[in-house]
């Protein structure tokens, strides 16, 4: 999974992902991955959802998808 991140993090291509949110709850965001610190285990991305950056721990993304159409600008 990480690898496709980087791909994605490369094109600059948005990704849908299932988080697990620190309640337990699953959250379905869309996002476009800016960095990824692999010694932390955290990705910063820009959030669609809440139109801010936020940082989201790797081993809480449960599944990726490509967004087609959704690029940065």
Same mark, same amino acid.
């Given at each position: 999974?990480?690898?496709?991140?980087?791909?994605?993090?490369?094109?600059?291509?948005?990704?849908?992902?299932?988080?697990?949110?620190?309640? %337990?709850?699953?959250?379905?965001?869309?996002?476009?991955?800016?960095?990824?610190? $692999?010694?932390? %285990?955290?990705?910063?991305?820009?959030?669609?959802?809440?139109?801010?950056?936020?940082?989201?721990?790797?081993?809480?993304?449960?599944?990726?998808?490509?967004?087609? %159409?959704?690029?940065? $600008?």
């Amino acid at each position: 999974m990480l690898q496709e991140l980087r791909r994605y993090a490369e094109r600059q291509q948005a990704v849908e992902i299932i988080y697990l949110k620190k309640d %337990g709850d699953t959250s379905r965001r869309t996002i476009r991955v800016v960095h990824i610190d $692999g010694n932390k %285990g955290s990705l910063k991305a820009y959030c669609y959802m809440r139109k801010a950056y936020r940082v989201f721990v790797l081993e809480n993304i449960l599944a990726i998808a490509p967004v087609s %159409g959704h690029f940065a $600008g």
